[in-house]
């Protein structure tokens, strides 16, 4: 997916990939690259003195780099900030490995010692400018004395933020609310897709920059793993009209959820979603997007003709990597049962579909239910759960469907409901796979008794959800009481 240069530092460190234009730069694998040099010239001239041999050579093989990164990002300088756990460059906040994590803790320390946040480095910089620094930072880590720091120092062409790199007390509270910040990834995601299809209706091609998007769904399956109930709150929500963009962004993420329920790698998982993304591009551009489990469908020979020839419409836009392999695929099973009757022209009647199709067709079928779009009458998460569940074996695969199931529950997280005991409440939380699916964790709308009930535990046995409720009808705002729970 990466595109690749054929540019090499001369450090240890993989140069960033790009082929000269700030479009192409990966940010992610650029601010990295860019913070371990940082790291490694630091690092020697903390052990030797700013003038040996040794941190000149870190220099001397840095500044090179340096100078040509900048080109390629355009910008007249780079800065690096650095609050607790967290590093920007450029004001894009770095995804490190635990290897990184650690040499960002010792620069912390020593930014600390110094009493700096961030440091901006202009395009002009020279070798004896930083060296000047180098020995401005090292005496002020020596002393140690915070109200002096580096307040002194004033070095052309680069700019000292001043400071502690510790997070402030809100900064910390932001943090641990991630729901807050899994909201804003979804949301962005959602923008983004929209304003992508705009372009590729307004260009009929659909090449067109997904980079963005690509990262936005590489962030979600990184938060799968811990933040999933959050992320599957916001989908049934409508946080936005329902249409082909927010469609294809929640197809993205169910199908993305089952590939990682399944087991597959993390990297795999990124590139279901950006299929499922790259699918209803195609759609806008007139490739067809089945409806498997209501739509008739052609004849045996006319479904494979169509399949066909959307394929050879689609063969001058795919460039043979993964997710062009997946939208060739999805094309080509497109119209296809579940399991192949006799007389399909291009299957062995044992052969079953490809396993991105089949979770493909359930999750799209499910969130088309949810929104209601495309001819399907607009159902509750709770009966869309009952539609599939009553297709399961024919349209779709069984084993899938109760792989969603026991991943959403029968009353997905978000969904707003009623209980017996007369309150309304929101699901929070799907119960634990081997628990009654019927039974999940919920928080009541009630103002004045804000309370969790886990309808799994024993002690609320008395207690069921009676029916599932419109999100309208509720009366007060269930996204905010989901966010902030």
Do not use: W
């Not at 695929?329 to 089949?358: D, I, K, M, N, Q």
């Not at 799994?456 to 905010?480: F, K, L, T, V």
């Amino acid at each position: 997916m990466s595109e690749q240069s054929t540019e090499q530092p001369a450090t240890q460190s993989s140069a960033p990939q790009g082929r000269g234009q700030q479009s192409d730069i990966n940010m992610q694998e650029f601010g990295r690259y860019f913070v371990d040099n940082l790291y490694r010239i630091l690092k020697v001239a903390s052990i030797y003195n700013v003038d040996h041999n040794q941190t000149r050579e870190a220099i001397a093989e840095f500044m090179p780099e340096f100078k040509k990164s900048i080109q390629k990002l355009n910008r007249n300088a780079i800065s690096v900030i650095i609050r607790g756990e967290l590093c920007s460059v450029n004001g894009e906040t770095l995804r490190l490995r635990r290897r990184e994590r650690e040499r960002l803790s010792e620069l912390q320390t020593l930014f600390s010692a110094a009493n700096i946040r961030g440091i901006s480095f202009a395009s002009e910089m020279t070798t004896e400018q930083l060296v000047e620094f180098l020995k401005e930072l090292n005496e002020a880590a020596s002393r140690r004395t915070e109200a002096e720091g580096m307040k002194h120092v004033e070095i052309a062409n680069i700019t000292i933020e001043h400071g502690s790199p510790d997070q402030t007390i809100m900064e910390a509270v932001a943090k641990v609310n991630k729901a807050l910040y899994v909201a804003h990834v979804y949301i962005r995601g959602l923008v983004k897709v929209r304003s992508m299809h705009e372009e590729v209706r307004k260009k009929d091609d659909p090449d067109v920059p997904l980079g963005v998007v690509r990262r936005l769904l590489q962030t979600i399956s990184e938060l799968l793993v811990d933040e999933d109930f959050t992320i599957l709150g916001l989908l049934p929500m409508r946080l936005v009209a329902p249409d082909i963009s927010s469609h294809s962004m929640n197809t993205a993420i169910y199908a993305m959820l089952l590939a990682d329920r399944l087991g597959l790698e993390q990297q795999t998982v990124a590139y279901v979603g950006m299929a499922a993304i790259y699918q209803d591009i195609d759609r806008l551009v007139g490739v067809s997007v089945g409806h498997r489990d209501r739509d008739a469908g052609l004849d045996t020979h006319r479904q494979f003709s169509a399949n066909i020839r959307d394929v050879a419409q689609m063969l001058s836009h795919v460039e043979g990597d993964v997710v062009s392999t997946l939208r060739i695929l999805l094309t080509y099973e497109r119209g296809c049962a579940y399991e192949e009757p006799v007389g399909r022209p291009f299957y062995r009647r044992e052969r079953h579909l490809h396993l991105v199709s089949r979770i493909m067709d359930l999750c799209r079928s499910y969130d088309l239910l949810i929104q209601g779009l495309q001819g399907y009458k607009a159902r509750t998460p709770d009966l869309a759960i009952q539609y599939v569940q009553s297709r399961a074996g024919t349209v779709f695969d069984p084993h899938l469907v109760d792989l969603l199931v026991s991943t959403l529950g029968m009353y997905p997280v978000g969904t707003a409901v009623e209980l017996t005991s007369g309150e309304r409440a929101v699901v929070i939380r799907t119960p634990d796979p081997s628990a009654d699916p019927r039974r999940p964790a919920v928080r009541l709308m009630d103002d004045q008794n804000a309370t969790i009930i886990d309808l799994s535990d024993g002690q609320y046995q008395n207690i069921e959800i009676a029916r599932s409720i419109e999100i309208e009808n509720m009366g007060n705002d269930p996204s905010q009481v989901f966010l902030l729970t």
